[in-house]
């Protein structure tokens, strides 16, 4: 992970496009700016940058089962919670399934665990749409290239 | 007796599920949704609650409301928002969109 920029993916280790699911892992960082403020003397993962996390991991699964031609954003967040308190340096696994692929919309449900407990979990809605720029495309790509996206799931190789 | 019950139910039409399904998921009040209600213009329903009320429709329904295309032919001048989202109108389409995939 690097939290400044985002980055909140750091592998991808599984992705099925059959069953629809993705497995990725994530560490926290031992060092970074947000643990600063968030919180002095007791240095926790917030919790909207756990949700980003389970975010971007089902983003992956949408851009592989949409064969990188569409961009999915988060709408809606529900039943997110919090189970346990995330630290610096702890290794993360993430894992993100579909509910439902509608018309220009997806549901998914992903969840995060630390040392293989259940730490949070989330129903989470995305719009997507045709990437609306070159520039948000080629930077996706290189993420992907960054994170061991798998070249099969790309449309144009 | 059982068969009776299950005709009744089966005889539960696409407007009232649909209208259950509005009011449970905008926490709309049941007797405000009429068939000739209009989910934009009359119940206020933004966009984003639709996304709801649509993944509940396909759910319930087994079909993929087909949101983009319809997006599309509002914006291209070549349908209504009242073909589409009037709820009698609205039903109309899940009616077809069930018999297709049955057939």
């Known amino acids: 992970m690097n939290l400044e920029y985002f980055h909140l993916i750091d ?3 599984q992705l099925d496009l059959a069953e629809r699911k993705i497995t990725v892992e994530a560490n926290v960082p031992q060092h970074s700016t947000i643990f600063e403020g968030h919180f002095p003397g007791y240095p926790l993962m ?3 940058l756990l949700i980003e996390t389970m975010a971007q991991t089902s983003g992956w699964l949408q851009i592989a089962l949409m064969k990188f031609e569409r961009m999915p954003f988060l709408a809606a967040v529900k039943e997110a ?14 894992e993100a399934g579909i509910e439902h692929e509608g018309s220009g919309f997806t549901v998914t449900n992903a969840k995060i665990l630390s040392g293989g407990k259940l730490a949070c979990n989330a129903t989470l809605t995305f ?19 960054r994170i061991g996206f798998p070249q099969q799931a790309r449309a144009d190789v | 007796m059982f068969t009776h019950k299950f005709k009744g139910l089966m ?6 599920r649909v209208a259950t399904i509005i009011a449970e998921t905008c926490d709309i009040p ?15 329903i933004d966009s984003l609650d639709f996304l709801d009320i649509a993944f509940a429709i396909d759910k ?9 295309k319809w997006t599309q032919e509002v914006n291209d001048g070549k349908a209504t928002t009242e073909q ?19 057939a």
């Open chain 1, 46 to 48: 917030p919790g909207v």
């Open chain 1, 81 to 94: 919670k919090m189970r346990s308190f995330i630290t610096p340096g702890e290794a993360l696994t993430v």
């Open chain 2, 30 to 44: 049941r007797d405000t949704i009429t068939p000739e209600s209009h989910a934009i213009d009359d119940l206020g």
């Open chain 1, 127 to 145: 719009r997507h749409v045709p990437f609306p720029n070159t520039e948000l495309r080629g930077h996706m790509e290189v993420m992907a290239e």
């Open chain 2, 11 to 16: 005889m539960t039409s696409t407007f009232d």
């Open chain 1, 11 to 13: 592998r991808i280790v």
């Open chain 2, 60 to 68: 319930a329904f087994g079909i993929k409301l087909p949101l983009e």
């Open chain 2, 84 to 102: 589409y989202f009037v709820l009698s109108n609205l039903s109309a389409r899940i009616d077809e969109l069930v018999a297709a995939k049955g």
